[in-house]
């Protein structure tokens, strides 16, 4: 996939991030309007909002290929399978922001919410949602024995959607106040209940049965490590962004992988003017928060800089202080996640014979996610053990969109397969990364592997050289790889969509200068594929 200046995806079997060595096109100007520090999703964001408004842009991208996290590779030697390598599906984009830049993106919806597999007096089975209400609800009162639970997920579920349409479109206006968007929501037993209570109160108050309660939690522990009691309510911001995305809480298949999206935005922002530097890396941000601030970059050969009356950083806070020359003004963040991306030959039959495979990996796939299991791998974690039964969630990309395999592998049958685990913080693999990865994926593939009719290991598809198409990666991996700060998916703990007391400013993005602005996942508001920040911190320096 190549946009419009030759910037392409990676699509090598060692593709993802490199080095940086090579570079793209040189600054052609001494001084730009805004210069762009990340050339991830959110920073393509905001270059394609200004250069669009008439503003000379730089884009300074430390890799050799745009993206940052939202990117498809090949990542299977010899295989034309290009899979969504780091983050996977699409839920907190804004449709305004696709229209207002023009975007060649599309997602698609899944027609299963879910499979949950589970064995209850020696026999398989499970829950799933979605394929319509009537077979929702059957499979509700098949599992629980009653209608109860079904109403009540129908009624939880139905608040939330309420929340959604009320705060989904406040992430692309100025950042209210809590009272504000407190009035907005206009229900205090939902505002309690989501923003003030931990989460586990409302799963205990609603629900009975162990495995609906877990497959509810699981929304508000995806890259976040906390308890469904945990004071700090970082489960409930996590649950929170999970249900809103597009005022539905939808989460869709981006058409062409993840990188279609990158590409497009690549493209929007190059077509209005924007220019995009890749192998630059930035190194010192000096400013005194008044006149031009001076970016410091190397790319393979040299040293450089240029001025820029706005610094947009579309990297973590961690990273923007240290640009700064300024020590973190909080703790380190943490990640907390294994993600696994998979190539098979066919999909594996299921114990549970009810369930076609198809629609059971077509949606999210929960393993070892009930209530109980979730809150016994939590707490062996936050003891410096791996969960003894690790808990994680699969779906599969190329059911929904098979574009992003070569046609010979979807008429032989193939599949992707795309994991993510739960509840692995990164100090777990700090001692041994390979080895404790090892274990951990060994363990979380055993989980999966009782409730299949066959090893997920006989479906594996090979490379060209005959090994298993199946990688791994931790939070040590993806701070690595990425440099996400410990890991952490959103750069740090998601915040809460108002004024929290970061002295976020008027957009969320504001720094203690007035010419640096944040616009990655950190930012307020931040997190996931979204583009919010980039679009945020565009408006903050066209003053609207």
């Not at 990996?361 to 690790?390: D, W």
Request: proline share 6%.
């Amino acid at each position: 996939m190549t946009t419009s200046a030759g910037f392409r995806q990676g699509d090598g079997p060692d593709d993802g991030p490199d080095d940086g060595q090579g570079g793209g096109q040189r600054p052609r100007r001494a001084l730009y309007d805004a210069v762009i520090v990340g050339g991830g999703h959110n920073g393509l964001v905001a270059a394609a909002y200004l250069a669009r408004a008439g503003k000379s842009v730089l884009v300074l991208e430390r890799l050799g290929h745009i993206g940052g996290a939202a990117v498809s590779t090949r990542p299977f030697a010899g295989v034309d399978a290009r899979l969504s390598r780091y983050s996977y599906l699409v839920s907190l984009l804004p449709a305004k922001i696709v229209r207002e830049l023009g975007l060649r993106f599309e997602v698609r919806r899944r027609t299963i919410s879910s499979y949950t597999p589970v064995e209850r007096a020696g026999r398989p089975g499970g829950l799933l949602v979605g394929g319509g209400e009537a077979r929702t609800r059957e499979s509700f009162a098949r599992l629980t024995g009653s209608d109860r639970e079904y109403d009540n997920w129908r009624a939880f579920y139905g608040t939330t959607a309420e929340v959604a349409r009320t705060v989904f479109p406040t992430l692309t206006e100025p950042l209210p106040t809590r009272e504000e968007l407190r009035d907005r929501v206009g229900d205090d037993a939902a505002w309690r209940m989501l923003f003030e209570e931990p989460l586990g109160v409302a799963v205990e108050r609603n629900f009975v049965d162990d495995l609906v309660r877990g497959v509810v939690l699981t929304d508000g522990l995806i890259g976040t490590f906390a308890d469904a009691h945990d004071p700090s309510l970082a489960q409930n911001r996590c649950f929170l962004y999970h249900v809103i995305g597009g005022g539905t809480g939808d989460w869709d298949v981006p058409i062409g992988g993840m990188g279609a999206l990158t590409d497009a935005l690549a493209e929007a922002a190059l077509a209005a003017g924007a220019e995009i530097a890749t192998g630059h890396e930035a190194l010192r941000i000096d400013t005194d928060g008044a006149g031009p601030a001076e970016v410091t970059y190397r790319t393979a050969t040299s040293e450089g800089a240029v001025a820029a009356g706005t610094v947009l950083v579309n990297a973590s806070p961690r990273a923007l202080a240290e640009l700064l020359g300024r020590p973190p003004v909080e703790a380190p963040a943490e990640g907390a996640q294994l993600k696994v991306n998979m190539l098979l030959r066919r999909l594996p039959r299921l114990r549970d014979t009810s369930v076609d495979p198809r629609e059971a990996f077509g949606g999210t796939f929960h393993i070892a996610e009930g209530y109980e299991q979730l809150a016994r791998a939590h707490a062996e974690a936050a003891g410096g053990e791996l969960p003894s039964v690790p808990p994680s969630e699969i779906y599969c990309h190329s059911l929904t969109d098979p574009t992003i395999l070569g046609r010979d592998l979807v008429e032989q049958g193939y599949q992707t397969l795309t994991l993510f685990g739960l509840h692995t913080p990164a100090r777990l693999f700090e001692k041994d990364n390979r080895g404790t990865r090892e274990v951990l994926l060994a363990g979380t593939l055993a989980q999966l592997d009782a409730h299949l009719a066959e090893p997920l290991t006989e479906c594996l598809a090979l490379d060209e050289d005959g090994r298993p198409c199946i990688e791994a990666k931790t939070p040590l991996d993806l701070e690595r790889e990425l440099r996400l700060p410990g890991g952490h998916i959103f750069h740090r703990d998601l915040s809460w969509p108002y004024e929290d007391g970061r002295e976020a400013g008027r957009w969320g993005v504001e720094t203690e200068y007035a010419n640096v602005l944040l616009c990655g996942a950190g930012a307020v508001r931040g997190g996931g594929v979204s583009g919010v920040p980039g679009h945020n911190a565009a408006m903050a320096v066209l003053g609207r």
